[in-house]
């Protein structure tokens, strides 16, 4: 922590009377920086804010707010305060996270601070690298956050990322700092907690060090990336002119800045969301564009449509037609009918809203889409296949939702799942191995 607050208050550049906005939720790694602040305030005249986020989503969050405004008012502290009301219908985590930093960036403002401070650790990096290389990322994705980020008109930074856990909750203890505990953060529901609860401490026996290297591989990734960048920069103007890409033109680069500029396509539409992107979309775009077909086009989350057109690529916004869909499933669809397929690690459930597939089975990606004139399925424990026709006539369906109504396919159009109704052959019986499971809600 000494370094940390060397680092704070000799090399990053803050002066008397400067202001900075300290990103706080009340848990011990927030309330560590915070605290670190009180006491640099009092070698230098800087005013420190407080920006706290109820994302409202647990009963504890008003006492939290409550605990961390206490705090600010026994130190004299700015307290600045939101909370969420209400969410759409898009992936929460992506959705929370992009409301939370559009919050810090208008207090930034608002202050006319230079420097946005949040409390992410080591391990915190460590974390986000190891799902982000079993998820599959970009470059940049893979080396998971950089200590300091610079949003042109002041800077994110993070003086806790050479800390461990271990370290910040030790610190706490002996200067009695108290904080809060998230109890969702102990709940191996969430795949963060399940790396933080098996995968960390496996590391750590290794070498207690590790996030170290974690920190380095980061730095050297973001290295390769920025050079990479560069050479892009040098290209990207013969290729790419008014939001369209010149396909002729593009397929004479080498292959790693081809793959480099759709990445670059991909991060600046989705920008904050970019955690929705696999290097699978990646790869399908590339195919696509280097296709002999003259016309396609591939559907990609949060109603991104990518499209080629002879010698033309782009990706464009569109609002998806509730009866002529084909979206690929990665962690979560919302479907245009208001309906969701999120996939799961877990489930008791094993009626129809809920399908256990193997990859072994099925070709991936899986999509979902809207039926097909003569779509048919080979139904579980039965001989043959059926009409997907007669099934919704089977089922009483009215006819005016058969046309919207979602149908779940592998690579190969192969249908595995109609939601809600029936299970095709590919399903597995619960406790059978089986490394995709899907849910509609």
């Known amino acids: 922590m000494i370094d940390a607050y060397n680092f704070l208050l000799h090399d990053i550049g803050l002066r008397y009377g400067d202001s900075v906005v300290v990103a706080c939720s009340g848990g011990p790694d927030s309330m560590a ?14 005013e420190v804010v407080c920006a706290h986020v109820n994302h409202n989503v647990r009963r504890e969050s008003e006492s939290e707010k409550i605990f961390v405004e206490r705090f600010c008012r026994d130190h004299n502290i700015v307290f600045e305060y939101m909370k969420i009301e209400d969410y759409g219908d898009d992936n929460f985590e992506s959705e929370a996270r992009t409301r939370r930093y559009n919050y810090f960036g208008e207090i930034v403002k608002k202050h006319n601070s230079k420097f946005l401070f949040t409390a992410h650790h080591g391990d915190d990096l460590m974390e986000t690298i190891l799902m982000r290389i079993v998820r599959g990322s970009t470059l940049r994705g893979y080396s998971g956050f950089s200590m300091i980020v610079d949003k042109g008109s002041y800077k994110i930074v993070r003086p806790l990322i ?24 102990l709940d191996d529901v969430h795949t963060r907690n399940r790396y933080r609860k098996y995968v960390l401490p496996f590391l750590k026996k290794e070498d207690l060090r590790v996030h170290d290297k974690f920190y380095k591989f980061s730095k050297t990734l973001l290295e390769y990336n920025d050079y990479i960048d560069s ?38 539409f989705y920008q904050d969301d970019l955690m929705l992107i696999t290097d699978r979309h990646a790869e399908l775009i590339y195919n696509m564009i280097c296709s002999k077909k003259s016309n396609l086009s591939i559907h990609l989350p949060n109603g991104i449509k990518a499209v080629k057109s002879y010698n033309n690529f782009m990706l464009i916004y569109e609002a998806i037609d509730e009866s002529d869909y084909d979206i690929e499933i990665s962690e979560y669809v919302n479907l245009p009918n208001g309906r969701n397929i999120q996939r799961l690690k877990r489930t008791t459930i094993t009626d129809n809203s809920v399908i256990r597939l193997s990859s072994d089975d099925v070709l991936l990606p899986l999509r979902v889409r809207t039926r097909k004139n ?68």
């Not at 800390?163 to 969702?184: G, H």
């Open 33 to 46: 920086l915070l605290s670190l602040f009180c006491d640099i305030k009092k070698e230098i005249d800087i």
């Open 231 to 268: 050479q892009v920069k040098k290209n990207i103007k013969k290729v790419y002119s008014q939001n369209v890409l010149l396909i002729d033109k593009f397929l004479e680069l080498d292959h790693v800045i081809c793959m480099k500029i759709i990445y670059k396509f991909l991060e600046d």
């Open 374 to 441: 003569g779509d048919k399925i080979y139904l579980k424990g039965m001989i043959g296949s059926k009409k997907v026709k007669d099934i919704f006539i089977d089922s009483k369906i009215p006819v005016n939702l058969r046309d919207s109504w979602p149908v779940v396919v592998d690579s190969n159009n192969t249908i595995v799942w109609i939601p809600d109704l029936k299970k095709s052959k590919f399903d597995r019986q619960k406790g059978e191995k089986c490394d995709i499971i899907l849910r509609y809600y």
């Open 162 to 185: 050479h800390l461990t856990k271990d370290e910040i909750v030790s610190y706490n203890k002996k200067n009695n700092i108290k904080f809060v505990i998230d109890k969702t953060n």
